[in-house]
């Protein structure tokens, strides 16, 4: 019997890596006689592990006032979880278990019972946002509760401590059972929301004066550094954002104001961090734990049936550009992998990436934040969201984007269609699409649906080439240092007519300086790396051909002596913006000017920020820099590269047939005729090509492609989709 471990920011099968294709099934609405056909039908299909969530809301029962739990099908055969375990195990598929407490999943609540909310329990305090609103669950408007809440902690967990031991016995390295996901997006899908959203109920506030205490030590040196005059940490209160009302009130006009940013921010992280690492200590079951981040794009639009709107929830138009830097503030993936708190997973509801290259960009950034799993990949949700994701162009196309830029396994979300719920659990659903989803490979009847062909040709492809593809890297060439206290000043603070601290120029992190950073480098055939300044290490950053990041007045002792470590050692610099001179309590420190001033030719320093335009690629040319792979204007490509095998991923941008693209690496040269949006893989070992996979139908232009790939003396022909397996 195998076994299944997690290193390296991927599964391991027997010690070897172990590329994961998954489907996640709604098993809870579908009928207990359709999962084992069902299941079958998915590994059929290709798919080598389930996803599956356990909605608390699902399982919990009340009997004369007590709370209790069916997991045998008493009440309903679609709550016999023990049934589904077992048939699991029977078909021979291995399991992600995902207990929430809350799920989403287009649920009533988000999964959570009615006992959980505020709106239904009034013993449990709402999650509140910074004008002291309620945050609602725009799917049925139901109140949120605090998360860090003792009354809503304890039911949480009476949850695990139900529903962990029936998992237990299936859950360990030889499966079926091989990992777990928390919560989801992190705290009740918050992963991409507004600072202004999140942690300012009453018990959030508590933690976060807590934090205060840990990091300042005594009120008084929390004044001295935040020129303030508080007579204890409970009178600090949070941030409020920037808007045509607000505006002269809160723009930071000295430089101590920013630390209140950078505060919040660091509670805004821990809020999600901690929970995590607090939930898991619930669970008692020791496995991998990986996150579902959503994407590093702005909430994206829901054909929500009856939903109600929320002016609270509109975000400034001047603060939206920021969304990256919120993002980075505070989702610290890398501090979290390194304390242990889980493991990095993603998913990709972020549009379509063939028809939208500001898409296009997010998937690769998002994918390439740290190596993980593509947790969710939109396999048919076009009634709820894009209508064109019932087309297989859309979900092979993005698919095989994040692949590219780093992603372990992917998750085909969902495989099955289903139709068998009532409005206790979800009344929304059915008032768009009779199923849920609209249109998944497999039909709620059992039946091949329009995407059935496409996920098992890609799915056989990966089946026979992703455990070689996933011990290969893509290579570091150029890195950016995300640094959190830059994101969290930039997250509130949009432009320069919102700052007034005129002896210091405004930070940037995410937006005008690692996004234009990232853009012009994929375009140029760069593949382009971040992680936290915090958690890297020379050694890391020297492995990288250049380094680049853009500075402010301020920044952690720490943080100057590793970069002024790096330019000592030799490592190539691209730098920008105000050198720091002062620390995060903005005391002395000058650690990296003074660096910079001593350096030699390894370093690129100028005041004027450099990425902004999307021209830092040609500066890293102009500096002798150039990137291991090249391609034609229009074409997308990114290369991993292993001890003999060589992963070209390719995916033309433009719409109609007849492209002629080509790519050129390690001095071979390969030929490209291409179709509208055509996409593909290429296993290529030893300069020949040994495996192809071609998307070249495109159902929503309609047009089919003649495809010709030319490598060396060795031609590959076919017409529209076309794989050797």
């Not at 943080?559 to 330019?567: G, H, N, P, V, Y």
Request: net charge negative.
């Amino acid at each position: 019997m195998s076994t299944y471990t997690y290193k390296n920011c991927r599964f391991e099968k027997d010690g070897k890596p172990f590329f994961v294709i998954a489907s996640d099934y709604h098993f809870f609405r579908d009928r207990r006689d359709n999962w084992e056909p069902r299941l079958t039908q998915l590994k059929e299909l290709g798919v080598r592990l389930i996803t599956f969530y356990t909605p608390w809301r699902h399982f919990i029962q009340t009997t004369e006032g007590e709370i209790w739990y069916d997991f045998n099908g008493e009440t309903k055969d679609s709550r016999d979880l023990v049934c589904f375990l077992e048939t699991l195990k029977k078909v021979g598929l291995l399991g992600i278990f995902k207990p929430g407490p809350f799920v989403h999943s287009e649920l009533n609540v988000g999964g959570l019972p009615d006992i959980a909310t505020p709106t239904f329990n009034p013993e449990i305090p709402g999650m509140r946002r910074f004008d002291d609103s309620p945050v609602r669950w725009c799917y049925d408007n139901a109140i949120l509760p605090a998360p860090c809440d003792p009354t809503y902690d304890a039911l949480v967990k009476g949850w695990y401590e139900a529903v962990c031991p029936i998992v237990a016995p299936f859950a360990g390295t030889e499966g079926p059972v091989i990992a777990l996901q928390l919560n989801d997006e992190t705290i009740f899908c918050c992963s991409n929301d507004p600072p202004w959203r999140l942690g300012y109920e009453a018990s959030s506030m508590q933690f976060f004066h807590r934090l205060l205490a840990e990091q300042y030590g005594t009120i008084e040196q929390y004044n001295d550094a935040h020129n303030t005059h508080h007579a204890s940490f409970n009178f600090v209160t949070g941030p409020q954002p920037l808007d045509a009302s607000r505006v002269e009130l809160h723009q930071p006009k000295e430089p101590a104001d920013v630390l209140q940013y950078v505060d919040w921010a660091n509670h805004q992280w821990r809020l999600r961090r901690d929970n995590y690492v607090h939930y898991k200590s619930f669970t008692n079951i020791d496995l991998p734990y990986l996150t579902n981040y959503a994407g590093i794009t702005p909430p994206i639009e829901q054909n929500i049936p009856e939903i109600t709107p929320d002016n609270a929830d509109v975000v400034p138009v001047e603060l939206a550009k920021t969304y990256s830097d919120w993002w980075f503030a505070m989702n610290r993936v890398d501090q979290d992998v390194v304390d242990g708190a889980h493991e990095y997973g993603m998913i990709s509801w972020l549009g379509v990436a063939a028809y939208d290259e500001v898409v296009f960009d997010r998937y690769v950034n998002t994918a390439r934040r740290r190596r993980g799993m593509n947790m969710e990949e939109n396999w048919g949700f076009a009634a709820f969201y894009d209508e064109r994701s019932k087309y297989p162009i859309v979900p092979v196309f993005q698919t095989l984007v994040s692949i590219a830029a780093g992603a372990t396994g992917y998750d085909i979300y969902t495989g099955v269609s289903t139709d068998y719920w009532d409005d206790t659990l979800d009344r929304v659903t059915k008032k768009q699409c009779s199923t849920f989803p609209s249109d998944a490979p497999i039909t709620k009847d059992g039946e091949k649906g329009v995407l059935y062909d496409a996920a098992a040709s890609i799915n056989a492809w990966f089946n026979q080439h992703g455990d070689a593809l996933v011990a290969c890297d893509p290579e570091p060439e150029a890195a950016y240092m995300l640094y959190a206290p830059y994101a969290a000043v930039a997250s509130w603070v949009p432009d320069e007519d919102h700052w007034a601290i005129e002896q210091h120029d405004l930070p940037r992190c995410g937006y005008e300086a690692f996004e234009p950073w990232s853009s012009s480098l994929q375009r140029a055939g760069f593949s382009p790396v971040t992680q936290e300044l915090e958690t890297a290490d020379v050694d890391w950053m020297l492995s990288c051909k250049s380094v680049s990041i853009h500075t402010a007045f301020f920044m952690g002792k720490a943080e100057q002596k590793k970069l002024a470590d790096l330019i000592a050692a030799g490592g190539r610099l691209f730098i920008s913006g105000e050198l720091p001179s002062v620390d995060l309590k903005l005391k002395p420190c000058t650690l990296l000017e003074e660096a910079v001033k001593k350096a030699g030719d390894n370093v690129a320093y100028q005041r004027e920020n450099r990425f902004v335009g999307n021209r830092f690629a040609a500066q890293l040319a102009d500096a002798g820099l150039d990137s291991r792979v090249t391609c034609s204007d229009r074409l997308r490509t990114m290369v991993h590269f292993g001890e003999q095998d060589r992963f070209v991923f390719f995916f033309n941008l433009e719409k109609g047939v007849g492209h002629s693209h080509w790519i050129e690496f390690d001095g071979l040269r390969i030929e490209l005729q291409l179709g509208s949006k055509s996409c593909g893989i290429l296993r290529i070992s030893g300069g020949q090509i040994v495996s192809h996979f071609v998307k070249g139908r495109n159902e929503i232009d309609d047009t089919t492609a003649d495809i010709r790939i030319q490598c060396g003396d060795q031609l590959v022909e076919g017409q529209g989709d076309f794989a050797d397996v």
